[in-house]
């Protein structure tokens, strides 16, 4: 199975802060990587799919970049709204979809 | 807009099989492939399996031997079995799109059920 590593894995930051989540595949899975937030008691929430693409409705703070191995996922400018915890999710080779462990944010 | 709405048994004792259902209301449901994921508390997000409209399946290597998922295409529904519970099978489960098709196939959980908490105690 294709491990997904994400760092960090809590982060604090400030209304207004640029925060920025990275997510390392254990090989190459070209840009099939999604970005899904979780709020508590929630279901997650696509965000972002095929690493760089903006679901539609998802206010546009929120970007992510990357291919190959290495995905960074973006938040602009922080809202107190936006405290949740982040996920990236890969689909390289289909099955096992497997996530990283999260990344929780929250306000400082 | 597809929303899909799931049930199940909350409280289980060790060995017993945990059953869940799903259904599916709006949008197309033979354009997806559907799936199954849990999280334990305070834990992340593990997949459990997938299956379409024809009754094929897809299912995580560490959990293949005790998982059945199930489709009736006749009530836009589909469901989980797993059997011989432990108390590591306590999570909250969800139900989720995985695959879509428009004029090619996507690969994201787009659609997601409101989660069943599902507790394995003696």
């Known amino acids: 199975d294709i491990q997904m590593t994400q760092s960090p894995s809590s982060l604090s930051a400030s209304v207004g802060d640029r925060v920025t989540i990275s997510c390392q595949a254990s090989?190459?899975?070209?840009?099939?990587l999604n970005w899904y937030q979780q709020k508590p008691g929630k279901a997650p929430k696509l965000l972002i799919y095929d690493a760089s693409n903006l679901e539609i409705g998802v206010p546009s703070r929120f970007s992510g970049s990357g291919s190959g191995r290495d995905f960074t996922f973006t938040i602009s400018s922080l809202q107190p709204e936006d405290i949740a915890t982040y996920y990236c999710?890969?689909?390289?080779?289909?099955?096992?979809?497997?996530f990283g462990q999260g990344t929780k944010l929250d306000i400082k | 807009q597809v929303q899909l709405q799931q049930w199940g048994a909350g409280l289980l004792k060790p060995s017993e099989t945990l059953s869940l259902t799903c259904a599916v209301y709006?949008?197309?449901?033979?354009?997806?492939?559907w799936s199954w994921i849990r999280q334990p508390p305070g834990k992340g997000l593990e997949w459990i399996g997938e299956i379409n409209q024809s009754g094929s399946t897809n299912y995580s290597p560490s959990l293949r031997s005790r998982i059945t998922i199930s489709i009736d295409t006749s009530k836009n529904q589909f469901s989980l079995k797993v059997s011989s519970v432990t108390a590591a099978d306590t999570a909250v489960y969800y139900c989720?799109?995985?695959?879509?098709?428009?004029?090619?196939?996507?690969?994201?959980?787009?659609?997601w059920g409101q989660g069943s908490l599902v507790t394995v105690s003696s």
């Open positions: 709006g949008g197309s449901f033979s354009g997806y492939y």
């Open positions: 090989q190459d899975i070209s840009n099939y």
């Open positions: 999710q890969q689909y390289d080779n289909l099955v096992p979809y497997t």
């Open positions: 989720a799109s995985s695959r879509g098709y428009s004029s090619s196939w996507y690969y994201r959980f787009d659609y």
